[in-house]
């Protein structure tokens, strides 16, 4: 049987019954009487839709007012560079505009997310740089786009040396001659954003890595990401449900993000407590980061030791320059990663094996700290949980770990999103070890390519879609930390398969000297 309930607009107007008592009306009038009072509720339903439709038209007035102030800002903060930028992104419309066209004479229609990683890179730095973050976040953004912007090219063509010579100069506020006995006019490394030197100190003679913000890039980050802020905004406004999409939000965050990669003493200051972390902990004797010459850093010049070496994944190079076991090699990764975690204010965010160079005295090298992350001690005990049940194959305690470290709108049920994870674990078991026993295939290089970033990100992506297939959400940090530690696992299969991570004791992962941490209090009850 149904229950009907009176909306309580419309109950509330109802004709007391006392007062109905006291009208003399014949039975022919009462289905008046009840559509008068009926029809009463409705005008005043339609009245009070009004009343909001007026309060929502002046929130969404006083909103325009307050992005119209913001254009006007930005709009005097950009100055005769916005409109240059204008231009060039008019191009850039242009140029993918007439691809787009061409392919459709052609009867091939190209997928909107090929045509929006050409269109990133042909906009230049800002939007490849949104380009990687889109690829690197497969908790914020759908599977196609995540996996065509991992083909987002950040390569560009170097910088004149006249032209970072004069950048150079002007932040160390003195001849380059005067510090450097000699500086490599040809990059070691080009990027989007920056261009990377090497060099040797006058007074020292030691050799050191100079990484300098390409001209014009801070100003064009600044304009590009104050319009997508906007625009994210605006669009907000005039169209309420993407506000629960929390799209400002996201762009906000990869504004500040980005801004802080241009930011060089954002990364100095990375390295230092990163530095002070291997010194508090005592891992400094089996890994390393680079020493930063502060008095020779800023906003735009970053002046870093040198650290010569090999990427953990190249197991022929680490044996050619070091007699350093590569399986304790790998523990001491393991150990000093897991350890920064939550023994360091942040914790290294892409470790893929270009960033963890194995040096020839055997210590492990972490390089390049231009993007980092940070968790709380609940999402850490989460993850340990996740990673203890992923050992265990215990996909129930898996499956409540992952709801611990996500957000969810709606219950979940536990047993069916732990079926899912068995069938992902177990399809992704077979699948690891398949390239390894290919006829004629090169068992290095298969489990090389393993640790590639495009298998790392594949199971990564499965992992988040079971999730939001049972309602979770999960943190872009989540999402970092996940990945860094499929990064591992893909070490552990290449330098030390018989490795078991969380059963043998060299390996601590549950020992993060956590109350070490400077200026964080643990309260334990």
């Not at 005008?43 to 839709?49: E, F, H, I, P, Q």
């Not at 909107?112 to 497969?138: D, H, M, N, W």
């Not at 893929?352 to 055997?362: Q, T």
Request: proline letters at 5%; aromatic letters at 8%; hydrophobic letters at 40%.
């Amino acid at each position: 049987m149904h229950y009907h309930t009176l909306p309580r607009t419309a109950s509330s107007l109802l004709v007391p019954q006392s007062h109905l008592l006291t009208c003399k009306l014949g039975p022919h009038r009462r289905p008046l009487l009840k559509f008068a009072v009926l029809s009463r509720a409705a005008t005043s339903d339609t009245y009070r839709g009004k009343q909001k439709q007026k309060a929502d038209a002046s929130r969404q007035a006083e909103q325009l007012s307050q992005l119209a102030k913001e254009v006007f800002e930005v709009a005097l903060q950009s100055g005769p560079r916005g409109f240059t930028r204008s231009m060039q992104a008019a191009n850039a419309f242009a140029s993918i505009g007439s691809e787009y066209a061409n392919s459709l004479r052609q009867g091939k229609s190209l997928p909107p997310q090929v045509v929006l990683r050409r269109l990133f890179e042909k906009l230049g730095a800002t939007y490849i740089k949104v380009g990687q973050f889109i690829a690197s976040s497969p908790t914020l953004f759908p599977k196609p786009y995540v996996e065509e912007f991992q083909k987002c090219l950040d390569k560009t063509d170097p910088v004149p040396w006249k032209v970072i010579s004069r950048t150079i100069e002007e932040e160390l506020k003195q001849p380059i001659n005067s510090v450097f006995s000699s500086v490599n006019p040809v990059p070691l490394a080009t990027a989007s954003v920056a261009q990377v030197h090497t060099a040797v100190l006058r007074e020292s003679q030691k050799e050191v890595v100079l990484k300098v913000l390409k001209p014009g890039v801070e100003d064009i980050l600044a304009t590009d990401l104050n319009f997508l802020l906007i625009s994210s905004k605006l669009l907000e406004v005039l169209n309420p449900d993407l506000a629960r999409t929390s799209l400002a939000g996201i762009v906000s965050d990869i504004r500040s993000s980005m801004l802080d990669e241009v930011d060089f003493r954002k990364e100095v200051q990375h390295i230092q407590q990163f530095s002070a972390y291997l010194d508090r902990s005592g891992m400094r004797q089996g890994a390393t980061c680079p020493f930063v010459y502060k008095h020779l850093s800023s906003k735009r010049l970053l002046t870093m030791e040198r650290l010569h070496g090999v990427p953990l994944t190249d197991l022929a190079a680490i044996r050619s320059i070091t007699s350093a076991d590569p399986e304790q090699t790998l523990i001491t990764a393991l150990n000093t990663w897991f350890g920064s975690v939550l023994g360091c204010e942040t914790f290294h965010a892409d470790v893929h094996a270009g960033n963890l160079l194995v040096l020839r005295d055997g210590r492990l090298g972490f390089i390049d700290f231009g993007i980092v992350g940070k968790i709380s001690p609940v999402t850490f005990q989460a993850l340990e949980a996740f990673l203890v049940s992923t050992m265990a194959a215990d996909y129930n305690t898996m499956a409540r770990a992952l709801v611990t470290m996500g957000v969810t709108q709606e219950a979940v049920v536990i047993e069916d999103f732990a079926e899912d994870l068995r069938k992902l674990f177990a399809e992704a078991d077979g699948l690891d070890m398949k390239p390894l026993f290919q006829p004629g295939v090169d068992p290095q290089a298969a489990a090389a390519s393993m640790a590639s970033d495009a298998g790392i990100n594949n199971l990564l992506l499965q992992i988040v879609q079971i999730g939001d297939t049972h309602g979770i959400r999960f943190p872009r940090e989540f999402g970092m930390l996940l990945k860094q530690l499929l990064y591992f696992d893909r070490y552990t299969q290449l330098l030390a398969p018989s490795l078991s991570v969380l059963n043998d004791d060299r390996v601590k992962i549950r020992q993060s000297p956590l109350a070490e941490r400077p200026g964080y209090d643990i309260t334990v009850n």
